[in-house]
């Protein structure tokens, strides 16, 4: 070869090496409370590089009791915002506000209602005996409503509930809110003793939860770095479920120093054994999943149980176009 040739190489070479990486595209996402375990396919796909694959970099912002990240979103201070359950997007559309929910990383709606074991009140049935019931006013006005208009729950047995499991633990005949994930675990703890736990999922509370919101405008003018995040989150999750999810959890603990790994290993065990994340259509169509038929279901109980005005065109409230394509089932261990 000539040394002319050689030369040519070379600076080839030398050119190409000196390019800078291809440069990811910023983007946040706001979670509804402090890092912890059922945010763990988010932060599990950041410590993995599995946004970075396809072109993101993530930072996420978490929420708390002083932060409010969802009027972040509607300002346009962040990209992607985790939704609680459906009610806030279908009030959205009401209002005309043009936000999407483009993917539900939750299944079921992990909230649980627990009694004290032995007391007669071991089904679901029971609990219409029940004497009291410890509700915070969010779950007060929307499944409880539900409650009493499906099965005959008595609004006047609601005591407020003060986020202290004590008086719980102290009065047998009672029932508590929580999430399947979080109180069962401080009653085990403070009470000594393992509740009995009925998700509402299970007994016709079908909303979706856990869910990604994102305003029109980022779907109109980003609509691969929606893709990307919806993808990525999918990949995440069932990562941090049936992987290695060490990394995932390391960058929980730093975000929120006072979650120890006793709380992540139980918190991960009741996601899988509930079937929080990774359940019904998701088993064909990948976490994620959404349908038609759900979104219209849960609309129409709420309606029934007065929390939610008939006549809401829901449709505007969610997109189909980035789920269901069984992203990530290959990764199911």
Request: hydrophobic fraction near 40%.
């Amino acid at each position: 070869m000539k040394r002319s040739s050689l030369f040519l190489i070379s600076a080839i070479v030398a050119a190409g090496a000196s390019q800078p990486a291809v440069s990811l595209e910023k983007v946040s996402f706001g979670t509804n409370w402090l890092a912890q375990p059922e945010h763990g396919g988010y932060y599990q796909a950041v410590a993995d590089g599995t946004y970075a694959e396809c072109g993101l970099e993530v930072t996420i912002v978490p929420g708390g009791p002083q932060v409010n990240n969802r009027a972040l979103l509607l300002a346009g201070k962040i990209d992607f915002h985790m939704g609680g359950n459906l009610l806030e997007a279908f009030n959205a559309a009401k209002e005309g506000i043009p936000l999407k929910v483009v993917a539900a990383h939750f299944q079921k709606e992990p909230q649980v209602l627990m009694t004290h074991p032995g007391q007669g009140l071991d089904t679901w049935e029971d609990l219409l005996k029940a004497e009291k019931f410890i509700l915070g006013d969010g779950g007060f006005l929307s499944y409880y409503q539900w409650m009493i208009n499906e099965f005959g729950f008595d609004a006047a047995k609601r005591v407020p509930y003060t986020f202290n499991p004590a008086p719980f633990i102290a009065d047998p005949k009672s029932v508590q809110q929580g999430y399947v994930t979080s109180e069962p675990f401080a009653v085990e703890r403070e009470g000594g003793f393992k509740p009995n736990l009925f998700l509402i999922a299970d007994y016709g509370f079908d909303t979706y939860a856990t869910t990604v919101e994102v305003m029109q405008k980022t779907i109109d003018e980003k609509p691969e770095a929606v893709k990307c995040f919806v993808d990525g989150s999918a990949k995440g999750w069932y990562n941090y479920l049936y992987g290695d999810n060490a990394a995932a959890n390391a960058l929980i603990q730093k975000d929120n120093p006072d979650m120890s790994d006793e709380q992540i290993a139980f918190s991960v065990a009741k996601l899988k054994e509930f079937g929080i994340v990774d359940s019904g259509d998701t088993e064909t169509m990948g976490i994620g999943a959404m349908t038609e038929a759900r979104m219209k279901s849960f609309y129409d109980k709420m309606v029934a149980a007065g929390v939610l005005e008939a006549g809401i065109d829901i449709a505007k409230a969610y997109t189909l176009e980035f789920v269901n394509k069984g992203v990530g089932l290959d990764l199911k261990k």
